[in-house]
């Protein structure tokens, strides 16, 4: 006989994935996005040192970035499994657990891309020199593999983060926590913002760059709510005591 739903194992290990996935995509998101952005916006608008536009810095940019991919991609995994084994419980994760699998082979896309926009760092600084609008032709025209799966990758895993942003909302309700229903907000902006800064590499997109700036705010801030949720694990069903039949109890008598 199957266990009732609210007393199912999967419902504490399920949260426990949910933590190491917060865990993990906060650290992604700030060496794999945050710190990245910071290179370029200080070599941008405040050159000097390090911080300017050569092969060095594209380099080390570039390695950040696959670093944070892989621990995207554990992010994506733990949410995965995480989805995965609540669904056991309750099928409606099923959905969320699927996307995140999707956006998890884009994640590995993404690194592939910055290991080749790593290894092309020399014909990307003499073409991003001339115009950072031209950020997207520069790596497609010094590497057309790694241009094609980074945008691809990108893509998949944007599909993937509605996974993780669907799968948070039913945490919510299941665990009865605001902090998952709240991060599965910063998760759908998060979605809403990134779509502008990519549009706006081949089409010109109001403010496109104050969109740009609150990515990697909106990346730590989810995973970080997600890790620091408290959830409240679903108690067994407890039936209601009733009194026994007296036909049930047995006669007293004499011992011996």
Known sequence: MAAPASSHPA??????????????????????????????????????????????????TGLFVLAGSVLVLASFFCYRWAYSVLRQAHRGYWGASLLCLVGSSGLVLIAVAAAFATGGAVALEACVRGSYSNAL????????????????????????????????????????????????VLYALLLAVLVGPLVGLVHAVPYATYLLAAAPVLAILAPVFVAGARPTIPEPAVAPWTEPSPALVPPSGPAG
Do not use: H, Q
Not at 36 to 53: E, H, Q, R, S, T
Not at 158 to 166: E, L, M, P, T, Y
């Open 11 to 60: 419902w504490k290990r399920g949260a426990r994935w949910l933590y190491a996935g917060g865990v993990f995509g906060g650290v992604g998101g700030l060496i794999g996005l945050a710190l990245p952005l910071a290179f370029v916006y200080l070599a941008k608008y405040n050159p000097g040192g390090f911080f300017v536009i050569a092969p060095s810095l594209i380099r080390f």
């Open 137 to 184: 032709s520069c790596v497609e025209s010094a590497s057309p593999v790694g241009a094609y799966a980074g945008l691809l990758g990108f893509w998949l895993g944007w599909i993937g983060a509605i996974g993780i942003a669907v799968g948070l909302f039913l945490a919510s309700g299941s665990f009865r926590s605001p902090a998952y229903g709240a991060a599965g």
